[in-house]
């Protein structure tokens, strides 16, 4: 049986782990790869690392990051961040990476999403949607694709778009509330499940967590097949053993054998 | 043991780094240190090692084609895998390249090594997501040296999978293992000395470490 898996994200600057509040402000949290070893050793089921001034700074660090974690860990990575072209994919891939996430690229042109599918394969394409609650309180709900770590609208209906970048290419959408993102008040469930209902291939809920139940419910009622989270593993509140007892113990599948 | 050399075939089908730090690993761990572990697009090099890994990342067509286009290398791969007997090991995409005929995108010959189609993931229940993506366990249809020691079924370790498409042997007896998604999916293939497997043992930690020490002492 497939399981339910637990994705700690790093976000990296500078060659170091940081984690935004609102992406805006940002707290040291160590070296991304020894970072990376732990969640190994700690049982997560994937890595995730988002390069957040990717797009304005120079990638060698980001390489050697990549590229020195695929050494030491015998899990997926996934890698994020200023990826523009097909030359950026095959980069990261070639360093170690095993999945990309594209999130303005895929915006600006979503024939991106394509070439990169058609080249590496379905599998290695994540696009990464960004958004915002647009509708008022009573109002049916509605989201709109936010670029730039949030600030940037861009007029496009969140559903439509996971819609149109299935269709694609994309082999996997990292959904992540801008709303919530920071906030330790859990995922945005409607989104996540809006989303999830929406398209064919999986759904990583993330953005937002504060707490163990919060996973529990990106999967039982958001329809995730993955959770991501940062703050709570990163600074010891919960370990990935903790949070996959206490999914486990909610009745979903996880893996508990690593 | 005398000093083996493991050919890791490189045709530019993506990351072949974590494959051969995994190879070395479990090599290392296995006691096997004399054991060189060599990423290579030279056929000779190929046709003469003791055991051959074909990796494989990405869409069918396009990894057949990037095997095609390195000089002599299918019939190198042959040589060693049908004419000196040796142990062979396709992983993913290099598992699927095994079969007759990839039907992703467009139907793309294999090297028809273990007859049967690579065809679309259609799980039974329109609930489960394509691509397969993440761990599942292993159900073995019959034993296997690659599997010896491995704990399989429902209380087993995971194997780490990420793919669209999957190989449907014609001859049930190719299938060595399958795992369950709204059905049951070819995880292992092997025919003689001939083995892949549709999960990627260089991320599947324990399993896969184990799976890989399995194959660099394998006698078929």
């Known amino acids: 049986m497939l399981k339910t898996r637990i994705i700690p994200c790093l976000d990296v600057k500078d060659g170091r782990v940081v984690k935004g509040v609102q992406f805006l402000e940002l707290r040291d949290a160590g070296d991304p790869v020894e970072a990376a070893k732990a969640y190994d050793a700690a049982g997560a089921d994937e890595l995730c690392f988002l390069d957040i001034t990717a797009s304005h700074e120079d990638r060698g660090t980001l390489l050697d990051v990549v590229s020195r974690t695929a050494e030491a860990c015998f899990m997926p990575l996934t890698v994020g961040g200023g990826i523009r072209t097909v030359a950026d994919i095959r980069t990261l891939l070639l360093a170690g990476a095993d999945k990309v996430s594209i999130n303005t690229a895929a915006v600006n042109d979503p024939d991106f999403v394509t070439r990169g599918a058609e080249k590496f394969g ?21 989201w709109q694709i936010f670029t730039h770590g949030g600030r940037k609208p861009t007029g496009l209906d969140a559903i439509d778009f996971a819609r149109l970048v299935t269709a694609r290419g994309a082999g996997e959408l990292l959904v992540t509330s801008m709303d919530r993102d920071g ?29 163990l139940d919060d996973l529990v419910a990106g999967v039982r009622d958001g329809g995730a097949s993955a959770v991501l989270a ?29 | 043991m005398s000093a083996e050399t493991v050919a890791i075939i490189d045709y530019g089908s993506g990351n072949l780094h974590s494959a051969v730090k995994a190879f070395e690993r479990a090599a290392r761990e296995a006691g096997l240190d004399a054991t060189r572990i060599l990423l290579t697009r030279d056929a000779a090099t190929v046709a003469g090692a003791d055991r051959v890994v074909l990796p494989g990342v990405g869409a069918y067509t396009d990894c057949r084609r990037g095997l095609d286009a390195v000089c002599g290398m299918v019939e190198a791969m042959e040589h ?141």
């Open chain 1, 122 to 142: 379905s599998q290695c394409i994540v696009v990464a949607i960004d958004a915002k609650r647009t509708s008022a309180p009573g109002e049916p709900a509605a």
């Open chain 1, 183 to 211: 906030m330790r008040s859990g995922y945005d469930i409607a989104l996540t499940r809006a989303i999830a209902d929406a398209v064919s291939v999986p759904v990583i809920a993330s953005g937002g967590v504060g707490g």
């Open chain 1, 230 to 258: 940062a703050s709570i593993f990163h600074f010891g509140q919960h370990t990935v053993a903790e949070a996959k007892a206490h999914m486990a113990a909610a009745g979903l599948a996880m893996r508990l054998d690593a």
């Open chain 2, 80 to 220: 060693a895998a049908h004419v000196r007997s040796r142990p062979f090991l396709g992983i993913c995409v290099g598992m699927q390249l095994l079969a007759s005929r990839g039907l992703e995108y467009a139907t793309t010959p294999g090297l028809d090594w273990i007859e049967g189609d690579v065809g679309p993931i259609a799980p039974s229940d329109p609930s489960l997501k394509v691509p397969h993506m993440g761990w599942n366990t292993l159900e073995a249809d019959r034993d296997h040296a690659l599997l010896a020691d491995i704990p399989l079924g429902p209380d087993g370790l995971h194997a780490y999978f990420v793919h669209s498409f999957a190989f449907m042997p014609r001859d049930p007896a190719d299938r060595v293992a399958h795992s369950d998604y709204g059905g049951p999916l070819t995880a292992m293939v092997a025919r003689n000395n001939v083995a892949g497997t549709q999960f990627h043992p260089e991320k599947s930690q324990r399993l896969g470490l184990a799976l890989i020490a399995n194959f660099l002492r394998w006698r078929p």
